[in-house]
């Protein structure tokens, strides 16, 4: 079993910011990547932020700049700082994470519940 949790959601002006914290737990044997995605009302669940395997972030571009991603490996914990909040960003925010289990598991991917980001103009 693996969780994952996210949590920091919320209400905000824009220009306003928020801070996301995915927590993974369970049966983490090893992960290879996490990262942040957002669905809209009626559109399509898309990439805002996310770590390669070899820990390079990487930004859709409409948020460069103003989201930094972070990750506490020991923890297992994954970050969002989200400066300079626009309307646009309003959406349901889910933390993804690709991992195995265990050593005889095969790679899997994993979400969250998502958590709700509302940005008033």
């Known amino acids: 079993q693996v969780q994952l949790v996210e949590s920091g959601g919320g209400l905000v002006q824009a220009g306003g910011s928020l801070r996301l914290v995915c927590v993974a737990s369970?049966?983490?044997?090893?992960?290879?990547?996490m990262g942040w995605y957002r669905q809209a009302p009626g559109l399509q669940r898309e990439l805002v932020a996310k770590?390669?395997?070899?820990?390079?972030?990487v930004y859709v571009d409409s948020v460069r700049g103003r989201f930094t991603i972070s990750r506490d490996y020991a923890a297992n914990t994954l970050y969002l700082q989200m400066n300079n909040l626009k309307p646009e960003d309003t959406a349901v925010y889910y933390c993804?994470?690709?991992?195995?289990?265990?050593?005889?598991?095969?790679?899997?991917?994993?979400w969250g519940q998502g958590t709700q980001v509302t940005v008033s103009s």
């Open positions: 993804n994470a690709v991992l195995q289990q265990s050593t005889t598991s095969p790679i899997g991917g994993y």
């Open positions: 369970g049966s983490t044997f090893r992960i290879i990547s």
């Open positions: 770590f390669t395997s070899g820990r390079t972030p």
